[in-house]
């Protein structure tokens, strides 16, 4: 799986061997490895980066985990002083709320909430909930069953807090949405 920055400076990738990897794009002609994010707690089979905030990445895996990890890189002065790993991580949220795999995962574009699917044939909806010692936190705010398998997950914005997660699944389309909160 590979989801590339807006800003087009760096992708993360993650795949069976249960890591993902932030590579650096710049100068575009290059690319070089800035962190190994290891081990998730099974294969990685999506990946999305926060739009809001570029440090903070969100994967699904086959073991039915969906996770929020955090990349910090190091200041030019710290890399030059300290010779220092280009970037570090941390693991800020994982929530186990599907039974099989977790084949889809979404930021909002506000990157306040985000949605995951699983082949449980379940949709889930986290919504961020407080944001204490420079780690946001976030809570399931919504779970649908589904009678077919998820096949992709986008947000479509209807007002300034208001947004709607759209699953496909057996070939129809479905749009999702919930009574409260920022749904």
């Not at 944001?131 to 399931?140: K, N, S």
Request: proline share 5%; hydrophobic share 40%; aromatic share 8%.
């Amino acid at each position: 799986m590979l989801c590339v920055a807006s800003s087009g400076n760096f992708i993360v990738s993650g795949g069976e061997d249960r890591c993902l990897v932030v590579t650096a794009l710049s100068p575009p002609s290059t690319a070089s490895l800035e962190c190994r994010i290891s081990p998730c707690s099974g294969s990685v089979l999506c990946v999305d980066i926060n739009p809001a905030d570029r440090r903070l990445i969100l994967s699904g895996t086959m073991a039915g985990e969906c996770r929020v990890d955090r990349v910090e890189r190091p200041s030019e002065q710290q890399q030059q002083q300290l010779q220092a790993q280009p970037a570090a991580w941390t693991v800020i949220a994982s929530f186990r709320d599907h039974s099989k795999y977790v084949v889809r995962a979404r930021w909002s574009p506000d990157g306040d909430c985000f949605v995951t699917a699983s082949y449980d044939r379940s949709v889930c909806v986290y919504a961020k909930v407080a944001e204490g010692d420079g780690a946001p936190t976030w809570r399931q705010q919504h779970r649908w069953c589904l009678p077919g398998v998820i096949e992709a997950l986008e947000f479509a914005v209807r007002a300034v807090r208001s947004a709607f997660a759209c699953a496909y699944f057996s070939g129809l389309l479905r749009a999702l949405s919930g009574a409260s909160g920022p749904f």
